[in-house]
């Protein structure tokens, strides 16, 4: 999807994924009838310096966002980053047969029948899915943000010294992704569900149109947060169990104990997210999800896959948003398996300013 809430055009920019545990700095470049990833770093954060979608720290995340980039030996400016959370809304809506004109008129009106919050305090932007009729209505995109969070993000890219060149909707951006290395299939429906530390994205497309879309406030987190309740350790010492690393303090820990507490979230998390996709396939009874693509840096926990497929009775798959994209020989490819997974918000917000160059 085309629905930046800013844009300004550059000749080089850089996708920013500014998660609750790392900030991901990606850039890619066309190479023939492909992409190549061009740069890329990772940089951590503090697990406290983002919580529920609020930059608790600002200037350690700006701190982050000048590592990520000067790891990834990227000299462009300007930036793209990607928001989500309870802050914004999408929703397929249905108004009255109009021009764009007259929709780009009107649609703050729309709106306000749909969104839970003031029309005057967010962003808003639309794109037209389906053209209506004397005989039926149009098909329409609303997608709303709050203008606060917008103004944090164009704050904190500023703070960090980079020009803000595009703020997306992270749905959207795995989706770019996703069809950047898979196609887009006019007959298929399919769920992508990019699972982060605090938030996972759900993004239903029907012929690669965005029909459902939703953010669940689970994630990684979760597990590191069970292991640090069933072992009484620290957050950073759960992190390294949950990631299968064994630091001083886990050397007594024993693996059935680290199962069980995986287990016990997985169950969770899986349940909340085939909820939502329960909830779509009620609703959107002419629409049947055929495959599931599993996304972000959480995907790969041991047993998640095959404990989606049980639930869901879905086919079940890892995206691999480096699946079409040539890296470049600087980078080892055990890091590019190790970060690969976690790339799709990145890769999808560096692919923006290639599809309009």
């Given at each position: ?213 939703r953010d669940v406030a689970s994630g990684g987190n979760q597990y590191t947060a069970e292991i640090q309740r069933a072992l009484s350790v620290a957050f950073d010492e759960a992190e390294r169990i949950k990631i299968g690393e064994r630091g001083p303090e886990s050397q007594d820990v024993v ?81 590019l398996d190790q970060v690969g997974p976690s790339l799709g918000v990145g890769i999808g917000l560096a692919m923006r300013k290639v599809d309009e160059s």
């Amino acid at each position: 999807m085309q629905l930046p809430f800013l844009q300004l055009r550059s000749k080089s920019v850089i996708g920013l994924d500014i998660g609750s545990s790392s900030v991901k700095a990606v850039e890619v470049v066309p190479r023939g009838n492909g992409f190549e990833l061009l740069h890329l770093g990772v940089a951590p954060l503090p697990h406290d310096a983002i919580v529920e979608g609020a930059f608790l720290n600002a200037s350690a995340i700006a701190d982050a966002i000048r590592e990520a980039i000067a790891k990834s030996g990227s000299k462009a400016k300007h930036a793209a980053a990607a928001v989500s959370g309870h802050s914004v809304i999408v929703k397929k809506i249905s108004v009255p047969a109009m021009t764009a004109a007259e929709l780009e008129e009107s649609i703050r009106w729309e709106a306000e029948q749909y969104i839970p919050f003031d029309v005057n305090e967010v962003n808003l932007d639309f794109e037209i899915l389906q053209a209506g009729d004397a005989e039926r209505p149009m098909e329409v995109l609303l997608v709303a943000a709050k203008k606060d969070l917008i103004d944090d993000y164009v704050n904190l890219i500023s703070e960090a010294g980079l020009t803000p060149s595009v703020i997306d909707v992270a749905g959207f951006a795995v989706e770019n992704a996703f069809e950047t290395n898979y196609g887009a299939n006019p007959n298929q429906v399919i769920a992508i569900v990019n699972i982060g530390a605090q938030t996972s994205t759900i993004n239903v497309l029907a012929g690669g149109v965005p029909a459902f879309t939703r953010d669940v406030a689970s994630g990684g987190n979760q597990y590191t947060a069970e292991i640090q309740r069933a072992l009484s350790v620290a957050f950073d010492e759960a992190e390294r169990i949950k990631i299968g690393e064994r630091g001083p303090e886990s050397q007594d820990v024993v693996p059935q104990e680290v199962e069980q507490a995986m287990r016990a979230v997985t169950n969770n998390l899986v349940g909340e997210i085939a909820r939502s996709l329960d909830f779509f396939s009620a609703t959107a009874a002419d629409m049947r999800i055929q495959r599931v693509y599993l996304a972000g840096g959480s995907s790969r926990v041991s047993g998640l896959e095959a404990a989606f497929k049980e639930r869901t009775g879905l086919e079940v798959e890892l995206m691999n948003p480096l699946a079409r994209m040539m890296p470049s020989s600087r980078f080892e490819s055990d890091f590019l398996d190790q970060v690969g997974p976690s790339l799709g918000v990145g890769i999808g917000l560096a692919m923006r300013k290639v599809d309009e160059s």
